[in-house]
């Protein structure tokens, strides 16, 4: 089935933001309820919510977007982190006349939540970090799957980007029962992201941050005041289980969910119907499944 079957009755559009340009979003259920904003990972684009956005705009507003750099948002960037993304996030709820939303983000998407949460608490309802980067990594797998991203970047760096090299690098987000739904269409989606002359303004920059010490720039948790889930997978790379949980140990408000349906570190891809069930729920009343 077509990815963009899953987007009837979302609205796609670009909102022009102050400082960071054209935003393309994924809109639905405006007016229905209050505001969800989603964000994804790095290298990624709001299609990874595809089986999100329409699904939870029965309870919600719901709002996916580009990150800058990414998708087809602006790829002008000046300097790009988590804390310049949890700005365009701040001015794009402007934008949309948002003046408090539930923020859900996943990798990079759930880092910039955090951010977020921390300059601007007074913004947030609750959030989800979705197998969530910008947490310490705890086990010695955690840092044998870092080693091997970067083993798998390095092998494409420079290089023209191709049907098979995208095929391999999704394969790791998604849990290999589940490589079935890496089909042509959401593969060559991506590809086609990638080709875009425009993006090579962005990937230095972009580059330059993922190679430099991030450690300054990780999710203050003990700041964290919000109502927060950590949306877990049992097979999340490097950010494993046990990073999960203790990051989850040190935000006042923090409870832990574990899919029960094999995914890795894209759940709201994987098993969409148990995520759309425990964000609900979740968002709505502040409780977990029993």
């Not at 969530?132 to 990594?137: E, L």
Request: overall charge negative; charged content about 20%; proline content about 4%.
């Amino acid at each position: 089935m077509s990815l963009w079957l899953d987007f009837l009755g979302a609205e796609i559009r670009f909102v022009n933001t102050r400082s960071f340009g054209r935003v393309r979003i994924a809109e639905a259920g405006k007016g229905r309820g209050e505001t969800l904003m989603l964000m994804h990972g790095v290298g990624g684009h709001l299609e990874a919510y595809a089986k999100n956005v329409v699904a939870l705009a029965d309870q919600f507003h719901v709002v996916a977007f580009d990150f800058i750099g990414h998708g087809l948002s602006e790829k002008r960037l000046a300097e790009f982190s988590p804390a310049v993304l949890a700005e365009l996030l701040r001015e794009l709820m402007d934008e949309l006349g948002v003046a408090r939303a539930h923020i859900s983000g996943e990798s990079l998407g759930g880092w910039v939540c955090g951010v977020f949460a921390g300059r601007y608490p007074e913004r947030v309802l609750r959030m989800v970090l979705n197998t969530s980067a910008g947490i310490p990594i705890v086990s010695a797998q955690g840092h044998e799957d870092l080693k091997n991203l970067i083993a798998l970047s390095a092998r494409n760096a420079h290089q023209t980007p191709t049907f098979d090299s995208v095929l391999a690098r999704m394969q790791w987000l998604m849990h290999e029962k589940n490589w079935g739904l890496l089909n042509e269409e959401l593969v060559r989606t991506r590809l086609g992201y990638y080709l875009q002359p425009e993006l090579s303004l962005a990937s230095p920059v972009i580059g330059r941050f993922m190679a430099s010490d991030i450690t300054p720039h990780l999710i203050a948790l003990d700041r964290v005041q919000c109502e927060t889930l950590f949306l877990w997978t049992r097979d999340n790379p490097i950010h494993d289980l046990a990073a999960a949980e203790a990051a989850c140990a040190r935000v006042a408000k923090g409870q832990l969910y574990v899919m029960q349906a094999d995914a890795a570190h894209w759940p709201q891809y994987e098993a969409p119907e148990e995520f759309n069930a425990v964000m609900r729920r979740y968002l709505l009343q502040g409780t977990l499944p029993a």
